[in-house]
């Protein structure tokens, strides 16, 4: 059973920077699966940010193209997602999630099968 253990979330003014990490363990396919960041914001549906196939390709909404960057570290079974430029309308909830179907990357949430906890990531004015 894969489980995610998301970290680094925190409280920053707009124009700052964070960086989000996501320990995978227990998964003997992590460089091989797609795996993606969603965040919530309070009264808000669940919503994609980024996502990364096996392959290394990137998928991103609009709202964080060229300020957020997804990537993994396949030695450390970790995927990271480094947010610079922050806004408030960042802020929310974010998860770590992985599908254990899917390989090239994607944004639907019905798509991916473990999620993590959660880390509160909160940009002031």
């Known amino acids: 059973q894969v489980q995610l253990v998301e970290s680094g979330g925190g409280s920053v003014q707009a124009g700052g920077s964070l960086r989000l990490s996501c320990a995978a363990s227990?998964?003997?396919?992590?460089?091989?699966?797609?795996m993606a960041w969603f965040r919530q914001a309070p009264g808000k549906e669940r919503e994609a940010v980024a996502s990364?196939?096996?392959?290394?390709?990137?998928m991103y909404v609009d709202s964080v193209k060229g300020r957020f960057t997804i990537f993994k570290d396949n030695n450390e079974n970790t995927l990271v997602l480094q947010m610079n430029n922050l806004k408030p309308e960042d802020t929310a909830m974010y998860y770590c999630?992985?599908?254990?179907?899917?390989?090239?990357?994607?944004?639907?949430?019905?798509?991916?099968?473990?999620w993590g906890q959660g880390t509160q990531v909160t940009v002031s004015s």
């Open positions: 999630a992985a599908s254990a179907r899917w390989s090239a990357p994607r944004l639907d949430p019905g798509q991916f099968d473990n």
């Open positions: 990364i196939g096996g392959g290394g390709s990137t």
């Open positions: 227990g998964d003997k396919f992590f460089s091989a699966r797609c």
